[in-house]
Each structure stands twice: as structure tokens, then as C-alpha cells.
T-cell receptor, first 110, second 116 residues
């Protein structure tokens, strides 16, 4: 079992809808949680970080963390075709190592 | 430079050849990571440096892989006697901080290695 699990998708949503991306992790002592976006042929770029339980909002993006359930999610409101990419969930431990999930491919259709 | 710079961007090697991949992180960034990304998969951790110290090399797949960062800035990932399974994109990332905020990484564009 991988340490960080994501549905590979593709997740297809219409333009303007809410896209919901989910991630589960196995290490209970994980301390930091990140969402990276990776366009095809490009490198990952950080879009959200979250460190404590609850919601964190940044523009159209909301990250949600539930440590008891070992679950982290990313909501994208008013999805745009430019949001079409692979979204990587990453989990950090105390030893600085960041473990990535396999990514979920999101397709936003005009 | 403004971002993380990696070279070469593309490398084709014959099986058995040695390769060296270079990473120039953002100036002043303490932490430097190497990741390996196979097609359609997420990045897999290889090794981590804090300044010049290699604090974690648990992800290096074999003793053919070696990384260094002698002056705490530029890093080189060396792969000896390359095999076909080494074909992947090698990503370098740096972070200003250490500790739990280390995960706020800035990635380079990657070096795509193809072993024939």
C-alpha cells in the first residue's frame, strides 16, 4: 500500500463547477500537507499548504485536512479549462521528507 | 537566477554509460531535494540536503546513484552504469526553510533521462 493514495482519474468537470480532489495518507505522525499542480510536461508548482485540521481558503482553492481520518482534500471553485492538470498531494514528516501521491488528472471541459 | 535551474534538460545515454545531472537551486535556499518521476506517476524521493549535509539518502534505488552538494549550493546527481529502468525525469527542488515548512518546494524543470 502506498503511503499517499490518490485516485488517478481522470476527473472530468464542466467549466464553472466545483472540482473535488481527495487524498489519504498512512503515516499518522505526518505534520504537513501540500497540494501541487503539474501541467503536462512541466514541473510541479505549489498551490496550497495546510498544517492543522480544518479548512484553508486561498482564492478559488480550499484545502481541507482531517488528521483523525488521515484525509486531505482540495476543492477548486468555478473551475476553468486552465485548471486542467494533474494535482499531486504531498505529505511531510518530521524528517523533512515529502512523500507524493500518484496524482489525480483533472479535466475541465468548456 | 530567479528559479531552480537544471541541466541538461534532456539526456540520452547508452546502457552502461555514466551520467551527471546538475541542479542550481534558488540562491539562499537551505534545503535541496532530488526526486525521480516516471511517466504517469508522482515524484519519488531520492535524497535530501540541508546546506552541504546529505541528511537523507534513503530513496536512492541502488549504489549506482550518488548525489553531492559540496558547497551547499549547486548539487549533482550521478548515475553510474545506467540501466533502462533509470529512464525517468529527475526533478530537483529547493526550499528556503528546513523543518516542517520544507515541503514548500520550488521545482526545476527537470532532466529527462532516456537510457537505450
Amino acid at each position: 500500500q502506498k503511503e499517499v493514495e490518490q485516485n488517478s482519474g481522470p476527473l472530468s468537470v464542466p467549466e464553472g463547477a466545483i472540482a473535488s480532489l481527495n487524498c489519504t495518507y498512512s503515516d499518522r505522525v505526518s505534520q504537513s500537507f501540500f497540494w501541487y499542480r503539474q501541467y503536462s510536461g512541466k514541473s510541479p508548482e505549489l498551490i496550497m499548504s495546510i498544517y492543522s485540521n480544518g479548512d484553508k481558503e486561498d482564492g478559488r482553492f480550499t484545502a481541507q485536512l482531517n488528521k483523525a481520518s488521515q484525509y486531505v482534500s482540495l476543492l477548486i471553485r468555478d473551475s476553468q479549462p486552465s485548471d486542467s492538470a494533474t494535482y499531486l498531494c504531498a505529505v511531510g514528516n518530521a524528517g523533512n521528507m515529502l512523500t507524493f501521491g500518484g496524482g489525480t488528472r483533472l479535466m475541465v471541459k468548456p | 537566477g530567479a528559479g531552480v535551474s537544471q541541466s541538461p534538460r534532456y539526456k540520452v545515454a547508452k546502457r552502461g554509460q555514466d551520467v551527471a545531472l546538475r541542479c542550481d537551486p534558488i540562491s539562499g535556499h537551505v534545503s535541496l531535494f532530488w526526486y525521480q518521476q516516471a511517466l504517469g506517476q508522482g515524484p519519488e524521493f531520492l535524497t535530501y540536503f540541508q546546506n552541504e549535509a546529505q541528511l537523507d539518502k534513503s530513496g536512492l534505488p541502488s549504489d549506482r546513484f550518488f548525489a553531492e552538494r559540496p558547497e551547499g549550493s549547486v548539487s549533482t546527481l550521478k548515475i553510474q552504469r545506467t540501466q533502462q529502468e533509470d529512464s525517468a525525469v529527475y526533478l530537483c527542488a529547493s526550499s528556503l526553510r528546513s523543518g516542517r515548512n520544507t515541503g514548500e518546494l520550488f521545482f526545476g524543470e527537470g532532466s529527462r533521462l532516456t537510457v537505450l
